[in-house]
């Protein structure tokens, strides 16, 4: 990774880094100064070329090629290409989806249409002008998203809205071909495809400088990414590899900046998320790799510890200006200072929203959410709404790893039950003893201590090495794949403890020297444009460009509209991930609103406090841009 700085740490650590989130539901607007916008569009600039301008005019849409679906009063195209020199069939291609009322269309072919569009024609208040862009980023395990081949009804609900809906297949794991999916082809992708829109603005209806992504675990990364990202000039390299648009064909420079970009649970900061998982829900376990006498307990503690140094290192502050650290404690590894107080109080927030929302009789599910006031509708169970027709991804598959030996899969421990009161429910949750205060008069609650509610609600369900698994057996090992080796080691601060603290493990079980070896080798592989697995991480670490921390701050466009939504029972990933992505989204000057909530009893999953993940998206789209 390339940082801004290297910083030293106890025990001779390097610093990584990750940026923080908002307190249960909260949303902030920020400001934008002048000096931030002069540095951006300096440091993302383009220089176009006369090869670019050639490029562009063999992607521009074919508007004598478009199709209608009666059904459903949408005129649609497939097959769009998005580079001149991409290698899937399978995936580099993208749907086009409009609504037919901003359209005029006269037949040109057997069940082909040419199209031109009526701006004065309205669906929802927009117009063919007007309406948005929505791109579902459809790759939980940061998996392969198929091009749709025909009609694809997931657009129906956006379409009636007024939305034009864009289904962009991109690379990633878990593919059918042989097509590089690691680190960053699949974003690289996507990026072509908001190109390649913005090179036809002419050619479709929607205002292509209103695009929005939205996805979920890996796809919420994604999709965080594609709004940190926006005309980042480290992923140039890629896009001209694959002959993406980089020009218009009267010589301007394209963007493939968004607007804004919903993410659900998603799986990122991949720099420091194993250490994170540590000291969030690690250091709270004693059985599997995590059984003390182990060394990978032992390493466990040493994560734990850097990622508190880590922390410290940020200047990450709370909405009053508090600078958020955290300080050594008694018990526990520095689980004391105003970062885990800022945690504990969003843990109780997202409690109190949960009593708030609810309606009693309530039956308990992680899965579901709330019955009642905060019933919630998940239209495709753990997978993001607008799945292909021929996806590759399973729903609701997890982006790494089996449970640890020795450890229960993460579930509510009221998952299944209907209570007939709120009081009856913390009782419930108070069972194995009591952690959480309950005032039935004003309907809040307490707890004691982020501990008590990792140890009750989110238990580790990973063995140490999370994401990087010792022996690359992690789906985020696959992610930075290179020639000859289909998964690589990544995190640097394994690598480091490892070597650091060799003499240390030695001396306790089960510990290998050749894990130190493999860590030391693997992060000098480079991939076929040259990048180095550092740089390939900053590329998909959304954090790279949010904070002053890192190298890539203020050197690409941020979309301006965020939501966050997790689930914030879920195993699958620390608390701190989503929560560090909310907090430097709200103290980026580009960013307007952050919108940011965590979900009481809900796993991974679309988690959201009321209604149908969808609906809520199409609000928020609509409460953003009206």
Do not use: C, E, H, W
């Given at each position: 990774m390339q940082f801004r700085k290297i910083v030293p740490l106890m025990s001779g650590l390097l610093v990584m880094s990750v940026g923080l989130a908002a307190c249960g539901h909260s949303e902030t607007k920020t400001k934008h100064p002048t000096s931030t916008v002069a540095k951006v569009a300096k440091a993302t600039k383009q220089t176009v070329t006369k090869a670019d301008v050639k490029n562009a005019k063999k992607l521009l849409i074919n508007q004598k090629q478009w199709h209608y679906n009666a059904t459903n009063k949408v005129y649609y195209q497939v097959g769009v290409k998005y580079g001149t020199k991409t290698t899937s069939s399978t995936y580099e291609s993208m749907g086009i989806f409009i609504p037919a009322k901003y359209v005029n269309a006269k037949a040109s072919g057997q069940k082909t249409y040419t199209i031109t569009f009526n701006n004065k024609a309205k669906v929802k208040g927009y117009t063919a002008k007007t309406a948005p862009i929505v791109m579902p980023v459809n790759t939980p395990g940061y998996a392969a998203q198929t091009a749709p081949t025909g009609y694809d009804s997931s657009a129906n609900k956006y379409t009636k809205a007024g939305f034009i809906y864009v289904a962009a297949g991109c690379r990633g794991l878990s593919q059918s071909d042989k097509s590089n999916g690691s680190s960053p082809w699949g974003v690289t992708d996507l990026k072509a495809a908001v190109r390649t829109l913005r090179l036809n603005r002419s050619r479709i209806a929607g205002n292509t400088n209103r695009?929005?992504?939205f996805g979920h675990s890996g796809g919420g990364a994604q999709s965080a990414l594609m709004g940190t990202t926006g005309d980042s000039k480290k992923y140039t390299t890629y896009l001209k590899a694959i002959g993406a648009p980089l020009a218009t064909t009267t010589g301007k420079s394209t963007s493939d900046a968004v607007a804004g970009a919903m993410a659900w649970c998603p799986i990122t900061s991949l720099d420091t998320v194993n250490e994170a998982y540590e000291w969030n829900m690690g250091q709270y376990s004693n059985s599997g790799t995590r059984k003390q006498g182990t060394w990978t307990k032992?390493?466990?503690?040493?994560?734990?510890?850097?990622?508190?140094?880590?922390?410290?290192?940020?200047?990450l502050k709370d909405?009053?200006?508090?600078?958020?650290?955290?300080?050594?404690?008694?018990?526990?590894?520095?689980?004391?200072g105003t970062y885990a107080t800022y945690l504990k109080k969003e843990v109780e927030q997202s409690l109190n929203n949960f009593l708030k929302d609810t309606t009693f009789p309530y039956k308990a599910t992680s899965n579901e959410g709330p019955s009642g006031a905060a019933s919630q509708t998940l239209t495709s169970g753990k997978?993001?709404?607008?799945?292909?027709?021929?996806g590759t991804a399973k729903s609701g598959s997890k982006p790494s790893g089996s449970a640890p030996s020795g450890t229960a899969t993460n579930s509510s421990s009221t998952s299944g039950e209907t209570y007939k009161t709120a009081t009856a429910y913390i009782k419930a949750l108070n069972k194995n003893g009591k952690w959480i205060t309950y005032n039935a008069k004003k309907n809040t609650a307490t707890i004691t201590s982020v501990k008590a509610f990792v140890k009750h609600c989110k238990t580790a369900s990973k063995d140490v090495g999370a994401f990087d698994g010792l022996t690359r057996q992690q789906t985020e090992n696959k992610l930075f794949a290179t020639n000859?080796?289909?998964?690589n080691h990544f995190d640097a601060t394994i690598s480091k403890l490892l070597t650091t603290n060799q003499s240390k493990y030695a001396k306790l079980k089960n510990y290998k020297a050749s894990y130190a070896k493999a860590y030391r080798s693997d992060l000098k592989k480079t991939d076929a444009q040259g990048s180095s697995i550092q740089k390939r991480m900053n590329l998909y670490?959304?954090?790279?460009?949010?904070?002053?921390?890192?190298?890539g701050y203020n050197t690409s466009k941020v979309a301006k509209y965020w939501r966050i939504r997790t689930g914030?029972?879920?195993?699958?990933?620390?608390l701190t991930v989503e929560?560090?992505?909310a907090l430097t989204l709200k103290q980026n000057s580009q960013v307007k609103s952050v919108d940011f909530a965590t979900v009481w009893g809900q796993g991974h999953t679309e988690a959201e406090r009321k209604g149908n993940n969808e609906t809520n998206f199409i609000k928020w789209v609509n409460k953003s841009l009206k």
């Open positions: 695009v929005f992504t032992a390493l466990s503690n040493d994560m734990a510890t850097s990622y508190a140094q880590y922390i410290n290192k940020l200047g909405a009053n200006g508090k600078t958020l650290t955290l300080k050594k404690s008694t018990s526990g590894i520095y689980t004391s997978m993001p709404s607008g799945s292909k027709p021929s000859g080796s289909s998964a670490n959304p954090l790279y460009y949010l904070t002053s921390y890192y190298d914030i029972n879920q195993s699958d990933t620390a929560t560090n992505l």
